[in-house]
C-alpha cells in the first residue's frame, strides 16, 4: 500500500483541510471553514483536531535484562493500545487483501514473517508479544514497514550555546503519518546499560518498535525519512534487486534501515553488520560515532566504498558541529552536509542542493518523474513545500532577530532553541498529519524539546502557526 498523502488522510479524518491558499489563510473565518467543509466535516473538526500537543511519556529501557523483559513496562501502558495493530495491518495490506481472500493471506503472513534479521531485537519482539497478545507476524510487519510509509522533516539548525560566545547545531525533526491509531502510541525511550546507570542514548519512536527512526546519544543524532521512490526505477533489473531486498527484510535475512539504525545509536558487539563494514574497530562493544555512521551508509567512504544494502530513504545525522543529510538508496548513496541550516523532507537532492556531487556514488539514473505514480506526485509536491517553507521561515526568522539587536551584534548568536522550536511548528513543517516533532541536542545527547499531537491539528492551530506568504 502507498503511503497516504495529506489530502487522503483529511478526508479519511476530517479535520480542517488547507489546500495552498490564494491569500493569507491565518485571516480565513470560521464562516469560511464551514463553507468549504460542511457541517458534518466541521464538527468531525472540532472531535478530532487538536490544538494542545503534549510530550510523549518516557520509559527506561535497561539493556543489561533479558531482551523479552526489557519492554514490560512499555507494554503494561499500552497494552490495549498496541492489539489495535491487527487493524493496522489489515489497513495496510488492504489492496493485497482484494486479491487474496483475508483469511489465507493473513495464515501465509503468520508462516512467513515469523523474525526480524537480528536476534536480539527478535528476542525483545517476542516479549512484546508476549506481554501484549499481539502475534508475532503483526510486530514483524510493523517493524519492517513502518519506515515505508513516513512523511517526515528532518534537518539541523545552528544557534546559541550555553557557553558564552558558542554556538552549535541542533537536530529538529517532524515525523508525520496517515494512521492515526498511531498518534496515541508515541513514546521517548532511555537506553541503559544497567538500571542505575546513565543514559547512554534516547529514541522517540513506537510502543512496540524496536528499531530507530529518530535517535540521540552524545556526539550523534539521527533520524529516517521515507523516501516515495528509488533510483532507475524504470530498470527491471533495478526494480528486482529492489523489490527482492525488501522481502529478503519481511522474511528476516536482512536488516530494515531501522535495525542499521539502532547500530549506530546503540552499542553492539563487533558481530553487527554495521560494525563488519568498518573494519578498523578492534573493540568487542563499540560506541559508534557521526563518522562512523557516515562511513556505513555512504556519506563518506574512507572505510568502504560499498554502503549498507537499505531501503530507499532520506537520512539525517548531526554532532552538533555539522550536520549531513544522506540521499540513500539500495546499494548507493548521495550526501550533503552543512553547518548553518539543513533541511530534508520527502523529495529527493536538486542539482543545486549538491556542492560536490563528485565526491558522492553517482546515480545510475535519473528518478523518471513520468513514472511516478499521482500519489507520489503529490507526496513529493507536499515534501517540496515543508522544504522550501521550512528554509524561508529559519531565513526570515534570522534577518528578523538580527534586525532586532543592537549594532555590532554577534550574528552567530542571533537564533536561540526557541526559535528552532518555533521554526518546527509553522504550518506545513507541523501539519494535519504529523504525529510527534522533536529538537535533539548532539552535543549533550538529550532531547530538548518533544511534543506530540493525539488528533490532527485543527483550523485554530493552522491559522496561528501559518507560514508568512504560504
Known amino acids: 500500500?502507498?503511503?497516504?498523502?495529506?489530502?487522503?488522510?483529511?478526508?479519511?479524518?476530517?479535520?480542517?483541510?488547507?489546500?495552498?491558499?490564494?491569500?493569507?489563510?491565518?485571516?480565513?473565518?470560521?464562516?469560511?471553514?464551514?463553507?468549504?467543509h460542511g457541517p458534518v466535516q466541521e464538527q468531525a473538526m472540532k472531535k478530532k483536531a487538536s490544538d494542545k500537543p503534549t510530550e510523549p511519556p518516557t520509559f527506561a529501557i535497561d539493556l543489561s535484562l533479558p531482551p523479552e523483559e526489557r519492554y514490560l513496562e512499555v507494554c503494561a501502558a499500552f497494552k490495549d493500545e498496541m492489539r489495535g495493530l491487527t487493524s493496522l495491518f489489515d489497513e495496510?495490506?488492504?489492496g493485497i487483501t482484494q486479491v487474496i481472500p483475508e483469511w489465507l493471506f493473513k495464515r501465509i503472513c503468520s508462516l512467513m514473517l515469523r523474525k526480524v534479521y537480528d536476534g536480539e531485537e527478535n528476542a525483545e519482539l517476542k516479549g512484546i508479544s508476549k506481554a501484549t497478545g499481539v502475534e508475532m507476524y503483526l510486530l514483524v510487519c510493523f517493524n519492517v514497514l513502518l519506515d515505508l510509509f513516513m512523511g517526515c522533516s528532518s534537518g539541523g539548525a545552528r544557534i546559541r550555546a550555553d557557553t558564552a560566545g558558542g554556538t552549535k547545531m541542533v537536530h529538529f525533526r517532524t515525523l508525520d503519518w496517515g494512521m492515526p491509531a498511531l498518534r496515541r502510541v508515541v513514546v521517548q525511550l532511555e537506553y541503559k546499560l544497567c538500571s542505575d546507570g546513565p543514559i547512554i542514548a534516547r529514541s522517540i519512536t513506537y510502543a512496540g518498535f524496536v528499531g530507530v527512526l529518530t535517535g540521540v546519544k552524545e556526539g550523534l543524532s539521527m533520524s529516517l525519512n521515507f523516501r516515495p521512490t528509488?533510483?532507475?526505477?524504470?530498470?527491471?533489473?533495478?526494480?528486482?534487486?529492489?523489490?527482492?531486498?525488501?522481502?529478503?527484510?519481511?522474511?528476516?535475512?536482512?536488516?530494515s534501515i531501522s535495525s542499521n539504525l539502532r547500530s549506530l545509536l546503540l552499542p553492539r558487539s563487533e558481530s553487527n553488520s554495521v560494525l563488519n563494514l568498518l573494519r578498523h574497530s578492534k573493540k568487542r562493544e563499540v560506541q559508534l560515532d557521526y563518522n562512523n555512521a557516515l562511513n556505513?551508509?555512504?556519506?563518506?567512504?574512507?572505510?568502504?566504498?560499498?554502503?549498507l544494502t537499505t531501503t530507499a530513504c532520506y537520512l539525517c545525522f548531526s554532532n552538533a558541529t555539522e550536520t549531513t543529510v544522506v540521499e540513500?538508496?539500495?546499494?548507493?548513496?548521495?550526501?550533503?552536509?552543512?553547518?548553518k541550516f539543513i533541511v530534508v523532507t520527502n523529495?529527493?537532492?536538486?542539482?543545486?542542493?549538491?556542492?560536490?556531487?563528485?565526491?558522492?556514488a553517482p546515480r545510475t539514473k535519473e528518478v523518471d518523474k513520468a513514472n511516478f505514480t499521482a500519489i507520489l506526485d503529490e507526496l513529493a509536491e507536499e515534501a517540496q513545500d515543508r522544504k522550501q517553507c521550512a528554509e524561508q521561515n529559519w531565513k526570515r526568522m534570522r534577518k528578523a532577530n538580527l534586525a532586532s539587536k543592537p549594532p555590532g551584534s554577534n550574528a552567530k548568536e542571533a537564533m536561540g532553541l526557541e526559535d528552532v522550536i518555533?521554526?518546527?511548528?509553522?504550518?506545513?513543517?507541523?501539519?494535519?498529519?504529523?504525529?510527534?516533532?522533536c529538537v535533539m541536542d548532539p552535543s549533550d545527547g538529550t532531547i530538548k524539546w518533544c511534543r506530540k499531537w493525539d488528533k490532527p491539528v485543527g483550523a485554530k492551530w493552522i491559522r496561528a502557526h501559518m507560514s508568512e506568504g504560504w
Open 296 to 307: 556505513a551508509v555512504g556519506g563518506r567512504t574512507p572505510y568502504t566504498t560499498r554502503p
Open 230 to 255: 528509488h533510483d532507475n526505477s524504470s530498470s527491471f533489473r533495478s526494480n528486482s534487486r529492489y523489490y527482492g531486498h525488501l522481502v529478503l527484510v519481511l522474511l528476516g535475512l536482512r536488516r
Open 422 to 437: 518555533e521554526m518546527v511548528q509553522k504550518f506545513p513543517t507541523t501539519n494535519e498529519c504529523t504525529h510527534y516533532a
Open 328 to 339: 540513500k538508496d539500495r546499494a548507493s548513496a548521495r550526501s550533503r552536509s552543512d553547518k
Open 92 to 94: 495496510v495490506v488492504g
Open 347 to 360: 523529495t529527493d537532492f536538486s542539482p543545486a542542493d549538491l556542492k560536490d556531487p563528485s565526491s558522492h
Open 1 to 36: 500500500m502507498p503511503p497516504k498523502t495529506r489530502s487522503q488522510s483529511l478526508q479519511e479524518d476530517a479535520p480542517a483541510s488547507y489546500s495552498h491558499p490564494g491569500g493569507d489563510a491565518s485571516s480565513e473565518s470560521a464562516a469560511s471553514v464551514r463553507h468549504r
